[in-house]
């Protein structure tokens, strides 16, 4: 999936578009002078050990990315398979991670393409497409039944954003 899913710069491959060198269902015809971005990416599904195998890309059809900076867990559909995220045991391990990752200031994020939509404990909200200067903050308040989660999607010249517990 990283193949069609992810953009390489050096070989000037759209994202969501199949490398010429990727032979389907078989791997990289070019492995051993494979481009760089190539060969500095690895899936996240193949990163953490507690990732179950239903998540390897070849049977999910997603693609798992996890960026530190941002406090992110990217779930990147393949979008000739948009709702498969929704699928189970998919949509499940999604809620358990989300339960975890706004304990931690932490998001996990689905992108069709461009379009993202934020996994929180208590729903899922649809935020579209994100310009490149512009973040997403998920914040929490105290309800009548316990905590609810909310996303805002703020621009990077946000002053909250300098605000370390508050920069998500």
């Not at 992810?6 to 494979?34: F, N």
């Not at 979008?79 to 498969?84: Q, W």
């Not at 899922?124 to 914040?139: A, E, M, S, Y």
Request: charged share 30%; net charge positive.
């Amino acid at each position: 999936m990283c193949c069609k899913i992810m953009g390489i710069v050096e070989i000037a491959k759209p994202r969501l578009q199949w490398c010429p060198h990727c032979d389907i269902g078989k791997g990289c015809k070019i492995y051993e002078t494979r481009p760089e971005s190539c060969r500095l990416f690895y899936c996240h599904f193949l990163q953490d050990a507690r990732i179950g195998e239903h998540w390897k890309p070849s049977k999910s059809r997603m693609l798992l990315t996890y960026n530190p900076t941002a406090g992110r867990l990217s779930i990147n559909v393949d979008p000739d398979r948009p709702g498969a995220w929704r699928k189970e045991p998919y949509y499940s391990d999604l809620k358990k991670w989300a339960q975890n990752a706004v304990a931690t200031k932490n998001q996990v994020c689905v992108f069709i393409d461009n379009d993202v939509t934020v996994i929180l404990p208590d729903r899922d909200k649809h935020i579209g497409r994100v310009r490149g200067d512009q973040h997403l903050r998920v914040v929490s308040r105290h309800g009548p039944r316990g905590p609810e989660y909310d996303v805002e999607l703020v621009d990077s010249d946000d002053p909250l954003l300098n605000i370390p517990h508050l920069r998500t």
